[in-house]
């Protein structure tokens, strides 16, 4: 059962470091018209020449650089659509005082994390009742330590709704607490989410208006300096989280990124409540609300402060969940076919999850260079400074407009961790289309201590292509010796590889210090299955997933 918190006597959270301007520069993004179309142009002056100008070469490598072009095209209009303008003004009343579930969702994270998050939402500021209560998972996905969220919620003085009922794993958990709880409103934080103390009075006053269904800010990562897999997967979501979700909120199709986010209960339960099909549910539960007739909004404000996943594998499995969910939901929700969707929404969800795609088009892409050295067929026949002319310029107006438009937040590393990860891609896909079972991932909030056990095993691809690649530039300096055609297919395959180094580099283990407690040991054996992996954690919450010197632990499917 929750009770109100009186918020005025609430204890204060735990402090983290102020944000700097650099923190918040991917929140600056105003849209240079003038390049977006410039960018639009180029690229489709380059597809025309590529296509159409240039002499083919061999028909299926043609077809094949023709799929790959047509894909960047449509990726590149998409974003050119997204980000043409920010989100206009929306009616917003600073008085409102609507009363709020807050729901700060618990699978067996360290209690100092919970007891952080918890501290912070009590102190938030509301004109209206705010009750918060700690949807505790810990019981039913066998944590060792669920009760710690009872004790604290005891300790603190906010509810605790335990689970004992599996099914839905955080949907279901949030479901269970919407029949439980009675507030019109629901906030929700993930367990490491800490909300500022203005969280509410920034959020709240959107749903004034009265079609308003979720009000979402951004997800950011306050660990994002710790180590390289923290910075890079924080530097990733400075496009989404900027430019991209403030486009999408102007066409009412921002959606639910799973915490930090506020939503009207009536709308939630107009949609069935949070999506239990998809392990991506908030995504999915966006286009059911918004398919109902629902606004909704993006504040571009970093109003809570969370935790990025502080190893490859971490990043590997959220990476893996947000793929397939996405993909999940264009097979079995097709937004083109869903009624109730405005064009410009289907069109946003379409490009959002057509994302995902992008790893057979990479793949596609680097195999060019490749089968070139091997057997000297190309694609196009045309001197290789006549290429390059027409290249560097379209190459160089992409990556100028998305570092114009993140802020210049969106790094080199970024840009590789996106490249590299076409297996983990493709995996996804594959699951998706043989309906291969794997299960939600809950993201460690352990912070670790510097070092990483060796996750190599998770980019094997990309290993394996390297020396592949080497194999097919001595066979094609056998062929044909040093010639402009092989230098320059050798040079692509080059840019491919050394794109991949950050990636691989990522996953490769190093020593840190000293760890406080003595880890846990190892669950079991390291299993990679081709293409399909579990997406559940390895190891509870508050321990590392790995010893520092240990091998990644995948778990099997179930």
């Not at 028909?59 to 998409?78: D, K, N, R, S, Y």
């Not at 999506?275 to 918004?290: K, Q």
């Amino acid at each position: 059962m929750s009770t109100t918190t009186d918020t005025t006597t609430a204890p204060a959270p735990l402090r983290r470091p102020a944000l700097t301007e650099a923190d918040v520069a991917f929140l600056d993004h105003v849209p240079s018209k003038a390049w977006l179309a410039v960018n639009a142009l180029v690229a489709l002056g380059y597809f025309a020449l590529v296509v159409f100008a240039f002499q083919h070469g061999n028909p299926w490598m043609f077809w094949g650089l023709v799929v790959t072009e047509v894909f960047h095209l449509l990726q590149i209009a998409g974003y050119v659509h997204t980000v043409w303008a920010r989100d206009g003004q929306r009616p917003f009343d600073p008085a409102f005082d609507g009363g709020v579930d807050v729901y700060i969702t618990v699978c067996g994270e360290p209690r100092e994390v919970v007891r952080q998050t918890a501290l912070a939402a009590l102190a938030m500021q509301h004109e209206g009742p705010v009750v918060v209560t700690l949807l505790n998972d810990g019981l039913v996905a066998r944590r060792e330590n669920w009760r710690e969220a009872e004790e604290l919620a005891d300790e603190l003085g906010v509810a605790c709704l335990t689970r004992t009922t599996p099914g839905g794993a955080k949907a279901g958990n949030i479901n269970h607490a919407l029949r439980h709880t009675q507030q019109p409103f629901v906030v929700v934080f993930d367990a490491d989410h800490v909300p500022h103390p203005t969280f509410l009075r920034e959020v709240m006053g959107y749903f004034t208006d009265e079609r308003m269904g979720f009000v979402q800010t951004p997800q950011y990562y306050g660990n994002h300096r710790d180590n390289r897999v923290t910075r890079t997967a924080w530097e990733q979501q400075t496009l989404f989280f900027g430019p991209i979700m403030t486009g999408k909120s102007r066409v009412d199709s921002a959606f639910m990124c799973g915490t930090n986010m506020a939503v009207r209960r009536t709308a939630l339960e107009e949609a069935g409540g949070m999506c239990e099909t998809s392990i991506a549910e908030d995504f999915l539960t966006s286009l059911l609300v918004h398919e109902r007739g629902w606004r909704s909004t993006y504040v571009p404000k970093v109003l809570a402060e969370g935790l990025a996943p502080d190893d490859f594998l971490n990043y590997y499995k959220q990476q893996f969940r947000w793929t397939r969910g996405s993909l999940e939901m264009v097979v079995s929700y097709n937004p083109l076919l869903r009624r109730g969707l405005t064009w410009g929404q289907r069109l946003q969800y379409l490009t959002s999850a057509g994302y995902y795609l992008s790893g057979a088009v990479v793949l596609l892409s680097t195999l060019l260079p490749v089968i070139y050295l091997f057997t000297g067929a190309t694609p196009i026949v045309t001197s290789t400074m006549t290429l390059a002319l027409v290249f560097i310029p379209y190459m160089w107006t992409n990556l100028y407009v998305l570092q114009r438009t993140s802020g210049f937040s969106y790094s080199f590393q970024a840009i590789s961790f996106s490249l590299s990860a076409w297996w983990l891609q493709l995996s996804a896909l594959h699951a998706v289309l043989t309906r291969q079972q794997t299960s939600f991932s809950v993201t460690s909030k352990d912070v670790g201590t510097g070092g990483q056990a060796n996750f190599l095993a998770l980019v094997v691809p990309n290993i394996v292509y390297a020396l592949v690649g080497v194999a097919a530039m001595v066979v094609g300096v056998l062929r044909e010796g040093v010639s402009p055609s092989l230098v320059a297919n050798a040079a692509w395959l080059l840019v491919h590889v050394g794109v991949s180094v950050p990636f691989v580099l990522a996953a490769a283990p190093r020593r840190g210090a000293p760890a406080a407690e003595p880890a846990a040991e190892a669950t079991g054996p390291a299993t990679v299955e081709a293409g399909v992996i579990d997406v559940r954690d390895t190891a509870p919450a508050g321990v590392p997933a790995a010893a520092p010197s240990g091998e990644p632990e995948l778990e099997e499917v179930r």
